[in-house]
């Protein structure tokens, strides 16, 4: 069971979305990161790097931008549901796009997990974002 | 001149805004992550730390946020135009949050700074955000 | 299994460590990150949030420094022993100051948790610095 | 004048070191940070992307180390002189290893630059931890 999860059977708080859900998705969008930093060290060891080039930067992207939403995602206690919102919008759009372009690929298994990860992320951002009123 | 402002006189490349609206608005974004980060400092040694919850949360939202959208504005050369403008709409709307709460405080000098920072970034990403076509 | 682990097996390059030793560390410091961050947020919701004040402290500079150090162990193929060295002391020495203050708030259970993925941390960084040459 | 001097010159505690090397170290550091952002997308931008590989990854990890180690001289009220001293030793290493790679390339205006920016945060980084009984 992940920390995430463990801190909010933890918590008495009152949060606008189920524990669980809210645990599943920073768990996923930080896997997430773990996966695009690893890619791009990958990426960059490819003999054919120049061909890898756009998937690095739109993994060092994902990899920020997920980094900062599993950290806001984490502050929920007085949280904003339109910040919210909005920022898990910014990381499904990013999830995508990488996720996307680690798909062209696949044959590189690193790629392939990357992808994984990416649609995983693109996937729980997507539900947390509806299941927020 | 800040590194920003180098690194883009520097670049050879078509960008699809003004090199200075960008490098301004990178400083000013990554300004506000400094005044933040040491906002956080200062309200947790404030004799009255429990009425410096809400900004405590801000700032460290806050500055993730601009944290990572001055990384990703500094990746221009092939950025999407869409993610580009989520990000900086999410990260106008936390400047702004944040700097509502600090000037709540601004008694408190560290608190009066960081409002400051935290309108010229709020500034500085809407500015930006409409001259993205 | 980790995408950490998965990406290393994935790896065909050479590696100073086990495969496993270094994505166990990875995994140990990633969860780290995640629980210092809820720990802040949960201290922060405490009606006695004054004693909890070196407790958020030492869990920001805990949660960069872990953060930090797992995205340098992410990046193995072109690695410095002596900077890996270095940053996983660095780490270390954060956990264990982190770890320890967590402790003194068992009774929070939120502190419980944040004060065990620490000490988890701790070790982590501690046996793959031997585990370096 | 930087918000990082400003909220210093703001701030009534007791400080290890002299408001103005701090905050000219904090500065220095995260103009290091800014520099290798966009260096790392730039060398990306480079026809020869295969031979600034290193430069790459160095530049990714200096502006990660960097990054943490502003955050954590910000957080000064009750930090502990061990941990901010072995954190400037190894913010000193990567600065020097990441600078020594850029001036390899300084044929590249942007290279050029951030080793300027590294050289700079060098320095810093070795003065603030003299500085520190």
Known sequence: MSYAKQMLQANS?????????????????????????????????????????????????????????????SRQSGSDADLTKSLLMTCESISNLCGGECERHAHHEHCRICAEACRRCEKACRELASALV
């Open 13 to 73: 708080q009152a949060l606008e979305v189920e524990p669980s859900s809210l645990s599943e998705a920073i768990d996923a969008i930080d896997d997430c990161v773990q996966a695009c930093i690893a890619d791009v060290d990958y990426d960059l060891a490819e003999p054919n790097v120049n061909e890898m080039v756009e998937c690095i930067r739109l993994c060092l992207n994902c990899a920020d931008i997920c980094g900062t939403t599993a950290r806001v995602l």
